[in-house]
């Protein structure tokens, strides 16, 4: 069984292959998805690591551990929320 870690606070140089070598370190790297804005497909500072083994050995290790300038944040990703349709206070975006 794999486990979903949740890695916020990532530097706008981050790659896939950048954390991917991090994470290996720890354990087996099944698959990386860093998550970009849609519309400028600029890096959000964060993303998601799945291992099939090493997880909580990574996040002791790399949580508050300094990447490139930046103190990430690392920890077991929660599961994503169920979203409503369309919230009327929300405008549509086109």
Do not use: C, H
């Not at 291992?51 to 300094?66: C, F, H, P, Y």
């Not at 077991?76 to 009327?88: D, G, I, Q, T, V």
């Amino acid at each position: 069984m794999s486990t979903n870690i949740y890695v916020g606070n990532l530097p706008v140089s981050a790659t896939e292959d950048k954390i991917r070598e991090l994470f290996n370190a720890y354990g087996t790297v099944e698959r990386v998805n860093l998550i970009t804005d849609r519309e400028t497909g600029r890096l959000k500072g964060f993303g998601f690591v799945e291992m099939t083994s090493g997880g909580q050995e990574v996040i002791a290790a790399l949580d508050q551990r300094e990447l490139d300038g930046r103190q990430l944040s690392v920890s077991l990703a929660r599961p994503r929320e169920e979203r409503s349709s369309r919230s009327p206070s929300r405008p549509r975006r086109w």
